[in-house]
């Protein structure tokens, strides 16, 4: 039972455009979101987070959106680089326990 | 801040081999800690955690094991690897605000 979804595998931008990224959850435990960012062959990095008390947290050309009541989250780049370009994993988190992941969605800014 | 320490960066390994696959802490003291798996399509899949020396929870059954011999060691292993074992291995540390450090990965080919 897949509790974080990141229906799109694939998502192809132009530079300079905006960047919407797709998260969907089922456990309503879940309190705290994460975004992070993933190159080939490199662990993942920490990009954003929003906590569940909030709707919105913004930090430079990233922003995070949080609908609680559709369980939905999304990452939106603006203006989107080619330097952009990666796999973007969401994460929640139900606590003190480990984070879930979904599968990832791989990001294409095209120059 | 914390650093992960992985290694090796690469492994080929053929179909019943031993595997060990080391990941130390820097930066912090009582990590939790963590292994995930990347598989192709399967997106990041937690196999092992740990919050303190000797304790182990296991996620997922797999011929794989997992142990903490110091508080900031954390070791993956295997007795005799199976082909389905090929992936990219990634050593987490638990910060602050429910993020994650993680290691640079290893990328495991068994053959």
């Known amino acids: 039972d897949q509790q974080v979804k990141q229906n799109s595998p694939s998502l192809s931008v132009q530079e300079g455009r905006i960047s919407i990224l797709n998260c969907d959850y089922t456990?309503?435990?879940?309190?705290?979101f994460l975004w992070y960012k993933k190159y080939p062959a490199e662990g993942p990095t920490f990009l954003i987070s929003?906590?569940?008390?909030?709707d919105k947290n913004e930090d430079g050309r990233f922003t995070v959106f949080l609908n609680k009541s559709a369980k939905h989250l999304s990452l939106h780049i603006v203006p989107s680089q080619p330097g952009d370009s990666a796999v973007y994993f969401c994460?929640?988190?139900?606590?003190?326990?480990?984070?879930?992941f979904g599968k990832g969605t791989r990001l294409s800014v095209i120059a | 801040s914390q650093t992960i320490h992985q290694w090796p960066a690469t492994l080929v390994q053929p179909v019943g081999s031993p595997l060990s696959l080391e990941c130390t802490v820097e930066g912090t003291s009582n990590p939790n800690l963590y292994w995930y798996r990347q598989a192709a399509g399967r997106g990041l899949q937690l196999l092992f955690y740990s919050v303190g020396i000797g304790q182990i929870s296991s996620e997922v059954p797999q011929n794989l094991s997992a142990s903490r011999p110091q508080d900031r060691q954390f070791i993956l292993s295997s007795k005799k690897l199976l082909l389905s074992d090929s992936g990219f291995y990634l050593c987490a540390s638990a910060g602050q605000n429910y993020g994650y450090t993680f290691g640079s990965g290893t990328r495991l080919t068994v053959v």
């Open positions: 929003i906590s569940s008390i909030k």
């Open positions: 994460a929640a988190s139900p606590g003190n326990t480990p984070l879930v």
């Open positions: 456990n309503s435990m879940f309190d705290y």
